[in-house]
């Protein structure tokens, strides 16, 4: 399983519970889509999973900026997604970013909203915040191989799943 979560914002711990963090040590891969805040929160992420892969967010502190890229891209059962925290330009600007990386999906962070859109050329995956909801529900993403692509939900840390996608390679 791949898990997905961001917008952590948190000073000394990593504000997993519930589901959350179940997914998150259950997860052969993490991706944290920025603002963890502190090296200590970013730690405790590393540490709860067996494979991370993050990016910085506009609100992380310069050891996480010398630490983490503020993009990357990642490949989990077959799909390959391009990550950021946010660009400029909306759903544009990440479809751009997306292609340039040859990603089949990108996944980002920072409005707190979680969401699926597949819309548009490349979906987009906002996992939401699962620590600081700003008026969305928490949230996190969970991803499983499934045939030739990802099935996906957006889950709360109580369990409760409110979104269920699907991802293929292009």
Same mark, same amino acid.
């Given at each position: 399983?791949?898990?997905? +979560?961001?917008?952590?914002?948190?000073?000394?711990?990593?504000?997993?519970?519930?589901?959350?963090?179940?997914?998150?040590?259950?997860?052969?891969? +993490?991706?944290?889509?920025?603002?963890?805040?502190?090296?200590?929160?970013?730690?405790?992420?590393?540490?709860?999973?067996?494979?991370?892969?993050?990016?910085?967010?506009?609100?992380?502190?310069? @050891?996480?900026?010398?630490?983490?890229?503020?993009?990357?891209?990642?490949?989990? @059962?077959?799909?390959?997604?391009?990550?950021?925290?946010?660009?400029?330009?909306?759903?544009?600007?990440?479809?751009?970013?997306?292609?340039?990386?040859?990603?089949?999906? +990108?996944?980002?962070?920072?409005?707190?909203?979680?969401?699926?859109?597949?819309? @548009?050329?490349?979906?987009?995956?906002?996992?939401?915040?699962?620590?600081?909801?700003?008026?969305?529900?928490?949230?996190?993403?969970?991803?499983?191989?499934?045939?030739?692509?990802?099935? @996906?939900?957006?889950?709360?840390?109580?369990?409760?799943?409110?979104?269920?996608?699907?991802?293929?390679?292009?």
């Amino acid at each position: 399983m791949l898990t997905v +979560v961001s917008d952590t914002h948190g000073t000394e711990s990593h504000r997993l519970r519930g589901r959350t963090l179940q997914a998150v040590r259950d997860a052969e891969m +993490v991706v944290h889509a920025g603002d963890f805040m502190t090296e200590t929160v970013l730690d405790a992420f590393v540490d709860e999973s067996d494979t991370f892969r993050g990016v910085y967010g506009n609100n992380d502190d310069a @050891g996480i900026r010398e630490r983490l890229p503020g993009a990357r891209t990642v490949e989990y @059962g077959g799909v390959r997604f391009a990550v950021t925290h946010t660009r400029r330009g909306g759903d544009t600007a990440l479809t751009l970013f997306g292609r340039e990386r040859d990603a089949d999906a +990108v996944i980002f962070g920072h409005s707190h909203r979680p969401g699926f859109d597949a819309t @548009g050329p490349l979906a987009l995956l906002n996992p939401g915040s699962h620590a600081e909801p700003r008026g969305y529900g928490l949230a996190h993403a969970e991803l499983e191989a499934d045939g030739d692509g990802l099935s @996906g939900r957006l889950c709360t840390p109580d369990g409760d799943v409110f979104e269920t996608f699907r991802i293929d390679p292009r």
